[in-house]
């Protein structure tokens, strides 16, 4: 079993910054694709940045620009640093990693981000 664990996620001002972090913990034999996806008050989760194992990163087109997604395979973690921020940015933000060679995707529990204008 794998657990991912969030931590950053909180209020900001528009045009303020945060910086999510993601750390994996568990049977831990190799992390694959690793991402973050958010979902808001009556929608669907969608995808905001991922980041392969060989550093391959994709972002979402409202959030091109002002997000970086990073990782630290020492650590087990992804990073999701977030600039610029608007209050459409608000949302659950949820950690995501894939793991092994089956590439089993495992969640975090997800952190709120709140954008206020």
């Known amino acids: 079993q794998v657990q991912l664990v969030e931590s950053g996620g909180g209020l900001v001002q528009a045009g303020g910054s945060l910086r999510l972090s993601c750390a994996a913990s568990g049977s831990i034999f190799s992390i694959n694709t690793m991402g973050w996806y958010r979902q808001a008050p009556g929608e669907q989760r969608e995808m905001v940045a991922t980041?392969?194992?060989?550093?391959?990163?994709n972002y979402g087109n409202s959030v091109k620009g002002r997000f970086t997604i990073s990782r630290d395979n020492a650590k087990n973690t992804v990073y999701l640093e977030m600039n610029s921020l608007k209050p459409e940015d608000t949302a659950v933000y949820y950690c995501r990693a894939r793991v092994g060679r089956y590439e089993y995707p495992y969640w975090g529990q997800g952190t709120q981000v709140t954008v206020s204008s």
């Open positions: 980041i392969t194992s060989g550093g391959s990163t």
